[in-house]
């Protein structure tokens, strides 16, 4: 035992950790990738630093073709993992076995696919303890590698159950991103320690290869086809490239960078690899090649370098018993004990399952260590090599998952039990028990690792082939077939639109509580903030995300099988999940985050989806589709205008949620006889607006399964013009019967004339002559207000081509004198300070009608007992005519649009709006103008109207 | 969604490529370290494509 060798271990140790801890510090993205390579490269960690050295050994350039192998699912990332990506971020699965599990369905793939990654870990573990012995023997003496070992087996029992409970990742992140750091560190001491000491320089060193043709050596013929084929499948399924690669804390850009950064670390990692072995090659010490890491620097007398080597092999492989074990412990929990768990019976369920997770990895640990102790003969690279051949019976099942759809669950489990029987009986089983004579006989060939290259590609091609025949016989069911298609890599994710049988979000927390219990509340939340909901949520669509969502951590927690289960025992679709046609609401918001990753037609077909969705939204005319369900499923702009409900509230919820009076008016309209109908009345607050509705025609055999369209386009304006242009008529009408019982009245009226006039004649002074007086007073006035009528109704018809010379104040006063005849029951006087004397050039009618609609606002707007002021002055070629009330005045808003149609401050149903803009054109006509101020001359209320009228 | 483009680009590395670089790399004249470059110049392109990645997330 060194000292000096201990304390270097210690130190590196140390400082491993302090610099991963500095790398996780930064927070810098540079960083972070680093730490997620530097933790690939620690999963194969001891490959590289011992069996690399001994596979060079072995096999020469192989070994860099086979590296390269490895690192190729990486560089490839596009075809395998972004597309396992893009699943994970919809489905959610934390291991392999759950997403296996997912894609071929049933509890025999999970239990088998487990059994079957647990045995083909197996070796990995041993290869670890392999590591950890050669470790320890080489750097303690005989008495203390026991105890060692011991404690170092406490040291993982204790990391495991630190791991378990707290963060898993970010814990067991610092440990693994240390030990790859300390391994890249060794790898390049060590080479620069035996370039410099062993050949003194590079030249030197490529002149002695040169020399002793060792490039030939390299070169030799080797069973490299079988090498690289196992490294390349074995990369795919090994538990951790992929549970860091498909992690949900890992994002998209962080994990692309493995497609560079690891692949460059493993070839940084290789090139030293030939130099330190022909340095011992020189060197010749009495240990094998798959030691030289920390071998060669302790002949070379560098305790520091060898206790860096020592070092980190010690921390990759204690990290790798750890993360694979725990790993492992989860499947085989998932798979196994979790589909039968009844949840809510179990109190602090987490810390359960966080236990059991404890003892089953550290179980796992003692087996291994148990089987390392039956093991004898075989090298950290035998173990790689039979472990990979094991993992890579799992790949073409992962692959078919992702590209052949038509890989059914028979052909893969029977695939995947004969390839793994074959591994085990070859590659395994000779291990533990010696060749069999009798299969050795019958094959013709060795058995155990003296023909790994042979039994190892069989064994692949045996899963490979009867995968291929038994998916090729049988259909698949529906269920199969969908999984299937929904895992495909140039699959999206289309939910189905079904209902659940939960309306609500406390619902679905009560649903839950059946299975989950009191945990129930705290996944919805957690559900509910991961989406963005609130807990008032009623929207099917937003309750199907929901019930995604929480498929999806379930997932997470319980694995594939528990998951699923809990979530048809509580929250079932209503009724069945297929035939139903897909849940476009999720479609478009999927296709509103991910459209920009589309290529060629899908992208070309979605800029047409994006066109077709802006033209239905921008349409004038309200656009409504309602599943048969009774589910909204657009609401365009329009319709959004006409009820004041936003689109994002409407779209996803269903019809008979909307808010009254639409959710009667569109539920009487679905239910009605008729597909169209014209100015439907509606009360809306307390305004009446009229609709037309229409509905596209039931074709329950469209693709559409029978959604139903309707366009509703808004009325009121025109039928508000209708109703006034009617009225304006009715008024029309009257006037005309007016001028007619004028005239009519005008014929007794000069009769009951003369009758006074003589009465008044033959009785003059007499009390009968001054009633007679009266009587012809009476009839005079009666006769003006008959005379004003006939003018007035005259209307367009009395309208003269050229404008006379008219005396303003007999028009003012014709005016009031007709205003008074309204029905008004309205005290407002009528203070008219006009000059007799102004006359203006006008037409009288339409003076008269300009005046009698001035008046009438005025009088609307005063209160009673107020009054209205008419002044006029001259103004040289105009006169100024003023009419100012004090009433509540005209908004500010409106007042720069009083003179154009329907503008009104009046009350809805109280005026037209019509008034001012026919003020303001019969003023066009006379050659005069129109304007009003708000609030009134001279006071800080009220309203004036200022005409100006020629008066030359 | 799947990118044929790139699916294109590797089958044609793969077919024309790959066995030039190998045949270059394994020359019995050439130096040792020759493999590696190879491999370099992968992982070179590896980080070309992902660098014209385009990227939902912000």
Redesign the interface.
């Known amino acids: 035992m060194n000292p000096e060798t201990l304390l270097a271990i210690i130190g590196c140790l140390a400082l491993g950790g302090l610099s991963a801890e500095a790398l996780l510090r930064l927070k810098h993205p540079m960083a972070n990738a680093l730490i997620l390579n530097l933790m690939l490269v620690a999963g194969s960690g001891v490959l590289m630093a011992m069996g690399g050295l001994e596979l060079a050994g072995r096999y020469g350039y192989t070994l860099v073709i086979a590296m390269i192998a490895f690192t190729l699912i990486f560089l490839f990332s596009p075809l395998i993992l972004f597309p396992l990506r893009r699943l994970v971020e919809v489905i959610k699965f934390a291991t392999l076995v759950d997403f296996l599990t997912f894609r071929y369905r049933g509890g025999a793939v999970a239990k088998m696919t487990c059994v079957c990654l647990v045995a083909a870990s197996m070796p990995l573990f041993l290869a670890q303890f392999f590591a950890l012995r050669s470790i320890l023997e080489f750097n303690l003496s005989p008495e203390l590698q026991s105890p060692t070992m011991l404690a170092l087996l406490l040291l993982i029992g204790l990391i495991v159950a630190r791991a378990v409970r707290s963060d898993t990742a970010s814990y067991l992140s610092r440990m693994m991103a240390s030990a790859g750091l300390l391994l890249v560190l060794a790898m390049g001491a060590t080479v620069w320690l035996c370039i410099d000491s062993v050949f003194g320089g590079v030249d030197a060193m490529n002149q002695w290869v040169e020399r002793s043709g060792q490039t030939a050596i390299l070169r030799r013929e080797n069973p490299a086809y079988s090498i690289i084929s196992i490294f390349l499948f074995a990369s795919f399924a090994l538990p951790l490239n992929f549970n860091l690669l498909i992690s949900n804390q890992i994002s998209d850009r962080l994990s692309s960078s493995t497609a560079y950064i690891y692949p460059l670390l493993t070839l940084l990692l290789c090139i030293p690899v030939l130099p330190i072995l022909w340095a011992g090659s020189i060197l010749e010490p009495t240990f094998p090649p798959q030691d030289y890491l920390y071998v060669l620097p302790a002949v070379l007398e560098s305790e520091i370098i060898s206790g860096l080597g020592s070092a980190s092999i010690l921390l990759l492989s204690l990290s790798l018993l750890v993360s694979l074990s725990i790993m492992l412990s989860r499947m085989i929990l998932n798979s196994f004990v979790l589909p039968d768990k009844v949840f809510h019976r179990q109190p602090k369920l987490d810390k359960w399952i966080a236990q059991r997770i404890t003892l089953s990895s550290l179980l796992l640990v003692v087996v291994a260590l148990l089987l390392d102790t039956i093991v004898a003969g075989l090298s950290v690279t035998d173990f790689y090599l039979i472990g990979f051949a094991g993992l890579a019976q799992l790949t073409p099942g992962m692959l078919a998952a992702l590209y052949l759809p038509s890989v059914s669950r028979r052909g893969f489990l029977i695939g995947l039990s004969a390839g793994i029987s074959l591994w085990f009986a070859t590659l395994v089983l000779p291990v533990f028990s010696g060749s069999w004579s009798g299969f050795e006989a019958y094959t013709g060939v060795a058995l155990g690792m003296e023909n790994w290259h042979i039994w190892s590609i069989e064994a692949l091609l045996v899963n490979i082939l009867l995968c291929t025949l038994f998916s090729s016989f049988g259909k698949m069911d529906d269920e199969q077939a969908s999984y299937a298609r929904l895992c495909m890599a140039d699959n999206v994710y289309v939910p189905a639109r079904v209902r659940l049988d939960q309306v609500s979000v406390d619902e679905v927390k009560l649903s839950l509580q059946k299975s989950l219990g009191d945990s129930a509340a705290s996944e919805v939340d957690s559900a509910l903030d991961e989406l963005g909901l609130n807990a008032s949520e009623r929207r099917p669509a937003a309750l199907r995300q929901l019930r995604d969502q929480l498929s999806a951590s379930l997932n997470l927690r319980f694995g594939v099988l528990a998951a699923h289960r809990v979530m048809q025992q509580t929250l079932p679709f209503r009724p069945s999940i297929k035939n139903q046609p897909d849940d476009i609401y999720l479609i478009e918001s999927m296709l509103a985050i991910h459209g920009g990753r589309l290529t060629g037609l899908a992208s070309e077909l979605n800029k047409l989806r994006v066109h077709h969705r802006e033209v239905l939204d921008n349409l004038p005319i309200g656009l409504i589709a309602i599943a048969q369900s009774g589910e909204i499923l657009k609401w365009n702009t329009a319709i959004a205008d006409y009820t004041q409900i936003d689109k994002e509230v409407a779209i996803g919820g269903a019809i008979d949620e909307l808010a009254q009076p639409w959710q009667s008016f569109i539920d009487d309209f679905l239910t009605a006889d008729t597909p169209a109908q014209d100015n439907v009345k509606l009360l809306v607050g307390e305004q009446t607006r009229w609709f037309n509705i229409q509905r596209s025609v039931d074709k329950s055999q469209s693709e559409l399964g029978a959604d139903r369209v309707l366009l509703i386009e808004e009325q009121t304006q025109s039928m508000m013009l209708m109703q006034s242009y009617m009225e304006n008529e009715r008024l029309a009408s009257i006037g005309r019967l007016a001028a007619g019982v004028a005239h009519e009245i005008g014929n007794p009226l000069t009769g009951i004339a003369c009758i006074a006039q003589n009465l008044r004649y033959q009785r003059e002074q007499t009390p009968i002559g001054k009633s007679a007086t009266q009587i012809l007073s009476q009839t005079d006035r009666i006769d003006r207000i008959v005379k004003s009528l006939i003018n007035f109704s005259r209307g367009e018809s009395a309208r003269r081509e050229s404008l006379e010379r008219v005396q303003l104040r007999e028009i003012i006063d014709e005016a009031i004198d007709l205003l008074s005849l309204s029905d008004s029951q309205r005290r407002v006087e009528f203070i008219c300070t006009v000059d007799p004397l102004l006359h203006v050039q006008s037409d009288a009618q339409q003076l008269i009608q300009v005046f009698l609609n001035l008046f009438g606002n005025a009088l609307d707007a005063s209160p009673d007992d107020d009054s209205v002021t008419i002044a006029a002055e001259s103004l040289g070629d105009t006169v100024e005519v003023t009419i100012s009330d004090r009433g509540a005045g005209v908004d500010e808003n409106i007042q720069h649009r009083v003179f154009e149609p329907f503008v009104t401050s009046k009350e809805p149903g109280e005026g037209t709006g019509l008034g001012l803009w026919v003020v303001f054109n019969l003023m066009t006509d006379l050659g005069g103008s129109v304007s009003l101020t708000s609030p009134a001359r001279d006071s800080d209320r009220g309203s004036t109207a200022v005409m100006r009228l020629p008066c030359k | 969604?799947?990118?044929?483009?790139?699916?294109a680009a590797?089958t044609l590395l793969c077919a024309a490529v790959f066995p030039m670089a190998t045949q270059w790399?394994?020359e019995?004249s050439?130096?040792?370290?020759r493999?590696?470059v190879v491999?370099?110049l992968?992982?070179?392109?590896?980080?070309v494509?992902?660098r014209h990645?385009?990227?939902?997330?912000s």
Do not use: C
């Open positions: 969604m799947l990118n044929y483009r790139l699916v590797l790399a394994m019995p050439g130096s040792w370290f493999p590696f491999w370099a992968m992982v070179f392109s590896g980080y494509v992902q990645r385009v990227w939902d997330e």
